[in-house]
């Protein structure tokens, strides 16, 4: 029988750590059920946002950035300091409440918390390094150089899947270029942005910062659709899939604004002949099911050389075998729950298209038994074998499918790698250096981050995140993905006295 925790458990848990994190549970409280994907029960009501409180906020977060913006950089990235540190204390709180809320194991939880640490750091550091360059003028006694000024406002939509990293990359940055932040978190995962968010706050009062240059806005698509049609908004960073980001990118446009996609990804593993097996086993077992496959890195699709496509799936199947799925919040559970009864719907609808287009189910894709007496969806990872890249494999489904099919040239991998609508994360496993070259080279993968001996999944905060085509092209996280936060000005500067005109033009009057 299913051992599932009961309703009141988890909304205990989910209560403690929103208080330790300083939310009160009368503030927000409302008639929006937020449900865990644990068990399917209610974690909590919240009151979602009304369109005047959007409005509101905006002219708020507008006020505030006329000071924050000539706030010293190295001020700013103190405040991140501070905010990375209340992270660091409350890590376990809000890794409890992304469990409860998307059903992430302990470690994942936590590793997503350490990247919010990890990119406080990274933004304390860059609020010392928001370099302009100089260059030579083509005019004596002229000076050239570019200043990087902050935009204003900038408004983050999130997904449920990483609920709280994937504003922590944009607000870290965001804040120390000098902007204010509105977040529109997920309406399925708004506690743990609750409890992000409220540390921020206790950060901004604790050192005397503008109060609104953090502010949450709560509720559905009509909320994130206010935000990305105000013109008091100056960038959109929004995460989410490609549906999403045809509907809000040229809405942008429209008014130009800024606009940062962080949109759908259908990433593979190309494994070539000389693979180091055990070594790309377990970066495809990671990359395949870690989080249910609902992380937009999540491997989705395995192109494996004929010489060794039978050992790989065979080794693959016994490695499925022993994955233990069940409560998130057991530890020594490596697969959670998916989200919601939807995402199992297009796993299974996938998986039969799959099967219509001549895949086999080598393993997994039903929901387990035991617990289909709850409202919650534990499915087995499922592989399923194709001879050639169908239709079905063209589109990204958020679960733990993985299609895995053959090659037998090196062009043709990386044809079959990139002859997807999708560009966010691709790999590699190989011993042998040329193919490494090449996949990584301009005739290589096409996608936004490409990995050797690595799965796609799991990369680290300090190289730029995001990809190409139906992905969206933003980048955010690390790098030099600040400027997108930024506007450039080129500034020329003449102290020689006279005026002569560039490119030699003479005009005296
Ligand atoms: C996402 O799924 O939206 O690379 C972000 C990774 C994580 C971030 C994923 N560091 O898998």
Redesign the pocket.
Known sequence: MSTLPNQSELATRAKEALEKCGVSSSGRLGSHKVLSPINGEELAALKWSELDDVERAVERANKDFLVWRSTPAPIRGALVKHFGALLQEHKEDIATLISLEVGKIKSEALGEVQ?MIDICDFAIGLSRQLYGRTMPSERPGHRMMETWHPLGVVGVIS?F??PT??WSWNTAIALVCGNSVIWKPSELAPLSALASASLLDRAIHDLGAPRYISQVVMGSSEVGAALVDHHGVALISA?GSTRMGREIGPRLAQRFARCLL?LGGNNAAVVSESANLDLAIRGIVFAAVGTAGQ???SMRRVIAHVDIIDELCTRLEEAYQRLPIGNPLDDNTLVGPLINGAAFALMQSAIETAKSEGGRVLSGGTRRLEDQAHSAYYVEPAIVRLDRQTNIVLRESFAPLLYVMPYETLDEAIALNNGVPQGLSSCIFTTDQSEAERFVSEVGSDCGIVNVNIGT???EIGGAFGGEKETGGGRESGSDSWRAYMRRATNTINFSGALPLAQGVEFTV
Do not use: D, H, L
Request: a negative charge; hydrophobic letters at 35%.
């Open positions: 990247e997904a899947n990483f990293a994937v995460t962080e992380r937009c890195t999944s799991g990369a």
